[in-house]
């Protein structure tokens, strides 16, 4: 039975129905919206195992940006003052001090304290350090829990990242993942899982689980076998003949082939059958050394994902899941979107790379992209700049005052008063925009938030921020749409945006959450028919598939 007197804060009713759910389990996924204090829930559920007697050691693996926050907020705020323990946050052993190589010797001592551990994820795909010190760690205890906080970020079977923390799955008795949108698409589940417990999904092995949840591209199909002419290629140990036979007029057929081991009686046989067959050739039979695995579209050009529900019923009783709409107090969310216009320069260049993806300098350079690289163009070119041959960003107007786009964010902030989060895409963008502002509303008046800017930067731009020194935050959704609570501000404005629903997600929350008051209001600048509006498409169908799989309820999001 859970008593109120062992929590140093007091839980809402929905982290008291988590706790009750997740408290002995030895794997569990957390998969509770931003904002909805996921963190709280799972240190409550460390003291609960460490009062059991059931952990001695916690590994908590965060983003780099989250690591303090576990540091200095989360964990002395939240556990219980009677439980002992010692904290440390890993860094990289190079260059480090005497003094930080002796804390790193004395929380590998076993002790009768409860010993904690935080270390950036990022590490783990720089080097295989962090890993060989988390093992370390994990068998100097007796029985160990490893934490994986905003799991979404391991989703990728293929890279070190993923792969070094999976295999702590094998040094620890406790497992949980932490994130508010487990995936944009079924396939995303797969590492986070595995890393809990393989059994879970019901396959070890990723293409058949992608078989299992996604219609894909035959081999057959013209794009397959085009990719497949352009792969590298390897022997597959056959042979293909090929032969050619006449006529009773000795007018050669067809040529044929076939694919065999090697030269046996029964090519000789096949070939005997006609006189007049001639082998042309006797190669080495070579097939791509890899294909990958694309989802097929269907006519709107969306994935064609099945299974979903099912997927759902696999995780759904090793994990809990709330939205914050149905367990907190909080304002209303709106949403709207800020039209603006390309001038008539940008529409030529744009419309040119897109058709042509190159564009011609003055100088008679020319700079060419892949398709994948266009759309980031794209979105420059809208933004006021694009980046020549040599790297260098070559500005489209003499004057911000003549940029559409930052006209229209100048516009739109006329006449209020409120404080805002600006999210960019781009750090091009903050530095442009931030002297902008400094200009119009003085020089404190931005603090910046990107990945750049180190851990002490980051706290003062915070700090600044919350007590209103600072009126607006400019910030790139994947630094600082992490671990952060701005509910100082209402307003959150979308200048561009990305791809990636999970960092649209997690930058909305920074201004909902518990201790925001009154209505927030979200903001998207669309410059019409531009790669402006293919993005936000893109993001309301990621949504739809990760609602289903999440087993949320569909609800009105960026103006739809």
């Known amino acids: 039975m859970i008593k109120t007197r062992q929590f140093k804060t007091k839980p809402f009713k929905h982290q008291l129905t988590g706790l009750k759910k997740s408290k002995d389990e030895k794997v569990y996924a957390l998969l509770m919206e931003q904002g909805t204090g996921k963190s709280k829930l799972l240190i409550d559920n460390i003291a609960h195992l460490w009062r059991s007697r059931k952990i001695d050691i916690v590994l908590i693996i965060a983003p780099k940006g989250a690591v303090p926050v576990w540091l200095n907020e989360q964990i002395p705020t939240h556990l219980p003052d009677e439980i002992p323990y010692v904290m440390l946050r890993w860094r990289s052993p190079s260059g480090i001090s005497r003094i930080r190589a002796l804390e790193i010797q004395r929380i590998l001592k076993p002790t009768d304290v409860l010993r904690i551990v935080v270390m950036n994820s990022e590490a783990f795909g720089a080097s295989a350090n962090a890993l060989d010190f988390a093992i370390d760690f994990l068998d100097s205890g007796e029985s160990a829990m490893v934490v994986v906080d905003e799991s979404h970020r391991i989703k990728t079977p293929t890279a070190s990242t993923t792969k070094r923390i999976v295999k702590l799955r094998n040094h620890s008795s406790y497992r949980r993942i932490l994130t508010g949108?487990?995936?944009?698409?079924?396939?995303?589940?797969?590492?986070?899982?595995?890393?809990?417990?393989?059994?879970?999904?019901?396959?070890?092995?990723?293409?058949?689980?992608?078989?299992?949840?996604?219609?894909?591209?035959?081999?057959?199909?013209?794009?397959?076998?085009?990719?497949?002419?352009?792969?590298?290629?390897?022997?597959?140990?056959?042979?293909?003949v090929s032969w050619r036979s006449m006529d009773e007029d000795g007018v050669p057929?067809?040529?044929?082939?076939?694919?065999?081991?090697?030269?046996?009686?029964?090519?000789?046989?096949?070939?005997?059958?006609?006189?007049?067959?001639?082998?042309?050739?006797?190669?080495?039979?070579?097939?791509?050394?890899?294909?990958?695995?694309?989802?097929?579209?269907?006519?709107?050009?969306?994935?064609?994902?099945?299974?979903?529900?099912?997927?759902?019923?696999?995780?759904?009783?090793?994990?809990?899941?709330?939205?914050?709409?149905?367990?907190?107090?909080?304002?209303?969310?709106?949403?709207?979107?800020?039209?603006?216009?390309?001038?008539?320069?940008?529409?030529?260049?744009?419309?040119?790379?897109?058709?042509?993806?190159?564009?011609?300098?003055?100088?008679?350079?020319?700079?060419?992209?892949?398709?994948?690289?266009?759309?980031?163009?794209?979105?420059?070119?809208?933004?006021?700049?694009?980046?020549?041959?040599?790297?260098?960003?070559?500005?489209?107007?003499?004057?911000?005052?003549?940029n559409p786009r930052i006209v229209s964010l100048m516009e739109y902030l006329e006449g209020r008063d409120e404080a805002a989060i600006i999210w960019c895409r781009f750090t091009e963008d903050i530095r442009r925009i931030s002297e902008v502002l400094r200009e119009a509303y003085g020089a404190k008046s931005v603090v910046q938030f990107y990945g750049a800017i180190n851990?002490?930067?980051?706290?003062?731009?915070?700090?600044?921020?919350?007590?209103?020194?600072?009126?607006?935050?400019?910030?790139?959704?994947?630094?600082?749409?992490?671990?952060?609570?701005?509910?100082?501000?209402?307003?959150?404005?979308?200048?561009?945006?990305?791809?990636?629903?999970?960092?649209?997600?997690?930058?909305?929350?920074?201004?909902?959450?518990?201790?925001?008051?009154?209505?927030?209001?979200?903001?998207?600048?669309?410059?019409?028919?531009?790669?402006?509006?293919?993005?936000i498409n893109a993001l309301r169908s990621k949504k739809e598939v990760a609602d289903v799989i999440n087993g949320d309820a569909a609800r009105p999001w960026i103006g739809g």
């Not at 591209?217 to 056959?238: D, E, F, L």
């Not at 701005?486 to 200048?495: E, G, P, Q």
Request: some cysteine; aromatic content about 10%.
């Open 181 to 240: 949108t487990v995936g944009e698409n079924p396939f995303d589940l797969f590492s986070q899982f595995e890393f809990l417990d393989p059994t879970i999904l019901e396959t070890d092995s990723y293409t058949a689980f992608k078989s299992e949840y996604a219609e894909l591209m035959p081999q057959s199909s013209g794009i397959m076998r085009h990719i497949a002419m352009r792969v590298p290629k390897k022997w597959k140990g056959r042979y293909v």
């Open 455 to 535: 851990d002490k930067g980051r706290a003062a731009a915070v700090a600044d921020f919350r007590s209103g020194a600072a009126r607006f935050m400019l910030a790139q959704q994947r630094a600082g749409g992490v671990a952060q609570t701005w509910t100082v501000s209402n307003s959150a404005l979308y200048y561009s945006n990305t791809f990636a629903l999970i960092d649209r997600l997690q930058s909305e929350d920074r201004c909902h959450r518990i201790g925001s008051v009154g209505t927030v209001g979200y903001v998207d600048f669309e410059a019409e028919e531009t790669i402006d509006t293919t993005i």
């Open 253 to 402: 057929l067809k040529p044929k082939e076939i694919c065999t081991e090697e030269l046996t009686d029964e090519v000789h046989a096949l070939l005997a059958k006609n006189a007049r067959s001639i082998i042309t050739t006797f190669d080495k039979y070579m097939e791509p050394a890899y294909l990958p695995t694309i989802v097929a579209k269907d006519k709107d050009g969306k994935p064609r994902y099945k299974n979903l529900e099912r997927l759902r019923a696999l995780i759904e009783p090793h994990s809990y899941r709330v939205l914050k709409a149905d367990c907190l107090d909080l304002p209303e969310k709106t949403y709207s979107r800020y039209y603006t216009e390309l001038s008539g320069r940008q529409r030529e260049l744009y419309e040119k790379v897109k058709a042509e993806c190159r564009i011609e300098w003055e100088n008679g350079s020319i700079s060419t992209f892949n398709k994948l690289t266009v759309y980031l163009r794209l979105q420059q070119i809208i933004c006021g700049y694009v980046p020549n041959a040599e790297g260098v960003q070559v500005e489209l107007f003499p004057s911000w005052k003549e």
